[in-house]
């Protein structure tokens, strides 16, 4: 069975930064892209960033680009997020999604995580 499990969310200042992780277990991770989508309050699920199989290609949504960094250790099965300079607009709920088919907006997602709460206020 394919799962995926986020941690790593909460409350933070603005300006401030978090690291999401994402376990993957049922399918072979290091052979496939992972992908991080979110949704924020009262809208619709907007793509975020993807990673390729080996952690060599990464691309990431204009509202990340700069201050979020997606990376992977595939000896450990996860798939990391580091969000650095949050903003308000950022508060979203989370969620690690893949393995990927295709790469950035339109994606398909074989699994989705549960999700994790950021939220970003003073």
């Known amino acids: 069975e394919v799962q995926l499990v986020e941690s790593g969310g909460g409350l933070v200042q603005p300006g401030g930064s978090l690291r999401l992780s994402c376990a993957a277990s049922g399918f072979t991770f290091d052979d496939y892209s992972m992908s991080w989508v979110r949704q924020a309050p009262g809208k619709g699920l907007e793509w975020g960033s993807v990673?390729?199989?080996?952690?060599?290609?990464?691309d990431y949504a204009e509202s990340m680009k700069g201050r979020f960094t997606i990376s992977r250790e595939n000896a450990k099965n996860t798939l990391y997020l580091q969000m650095n300079s949050l903003k308000s607009e950022d508060t979203a709920v989370y969620y690690c999604?893949?393995?990927?088919?295709?790469w950035g907006e339109g994606s398909t997602y074989s699994c989705w995580g549960q999700g994790t709460q950021v939220t970003v206020s003073s």
């Open positions: 999604a893949g393995p990927t088919t295709g």
């Open positions: 990673i390729s199989w080996d952690g060599g290609s990464t």
